[in-house]
């Protein structure tokens, strides 16, 4: 429900953002209300907003000053009833992403296995069993954090990150797991890689995940991921209806 959540803070940051502030903590029932917050928001078609975007625990809102000031953009988003949209529920779409685990897309697949005493094919069969929310994009241009993984999956950090973790590569840590849209650094483990190209800054939009979104992993061969191309990255996308 849109109001099992309290309401949030107000605080600007600079002068063409206003920070929404919910309760400190990181869990998939206030990341759906805080997204169903904004569908609200989204809907109220308020003169100046420019774009609306979900953290963990809070909204930002970016504004135009010339159309809109601070506190009339507060006042405006107060006098929005929210017990009018009490039965709003979030929509978002699933992205199935197909991965290759373990190997040399997955180093760190083995590792994860050990510690969580299973077999490698059990860790596969569980990580791609879920269907993963979309809390946010950070870290890097369209890096999803998206939750919750099970929890025998569940790792902290690596004592060495990497100093580059390969595009494409999917990770996990603490009840997190990811897509590097981009080669970067990286402390997550590594236990599998997609073909899917999920970030593209020549498109509009560029990133094929949006926070809001859910994740669900499709294994696939080492076979399937070497014919991996252009058309068959769009047979992909049509075939899923992303």
């Not at 963990?56 to 506190?71: A, E, G, N, T, W």
Request: hydrophobic share 40%; net charge negative; glycine share 8%.
């Amino acid at each position: 429900m849109l109001f099992s959540n309290p309401g949030p803070t107000y605080t600007p940051l600079g002068d063409q953002v206003l920070l929404l502030q919910f309760k400190q903590e990181v869990s998939m029932e206030l990341n759906l209300h805080i997204h169903q917050y904004i569908q609200v928001i989204v809907a109220a078609r308020i003169k100046g907003i420019q774009q609306v975007a979900a953290s963990f625990c809070s909204i930002s809102i970016h504004y135009d000053p010339v159309l809109i000031r601070y506190q009339q953009l507060v006042q405006e988003l107060q006098q929005i009833d929210m017990t009018e949209h009490a039965s709003v529920r979030h929509k978002g779409k699933t992205i199935h992403v197909p991965v290759v685990y373990g190997g040399g897309c997955g180093p760190d697949l083995d590792y994860v296995a050990d510690r969580a005493g299973l077999s490698p094919e059990e860790v596969v069969r569980i990580h791609s069993a879920g269907t993963y929310l979309i809390y946010m994009l950070g870290f890097i241009a369209s890096f999803p954090y998206c939750g919750d993984i099970d929890s025998r999956l569940m790792l902290p950090r690596r004592t060495n990150p990497r100093l580059k973790v390969e595009k494409g590569s999917i990770a996990i840590v603490n009840r997190q797991t990811s897509i590097y849209p981009v080669s970067s650094p990286g402390g997550w483990h590594i236990i599998g890689r997609t073909p899917l190209d999920t970030f593209n800054p020549y498109l509009d939009p560029p990133s094929l995940l949006r926070a809001g979104d859910y994740v669900k992993f499709v294994a696939i061969t080492d076979s399937e991921a070497e014919c991996w191309n252009e058309y068959t990255g769009k047979e992909w996308i049509e075939q899923w209806q992303i």
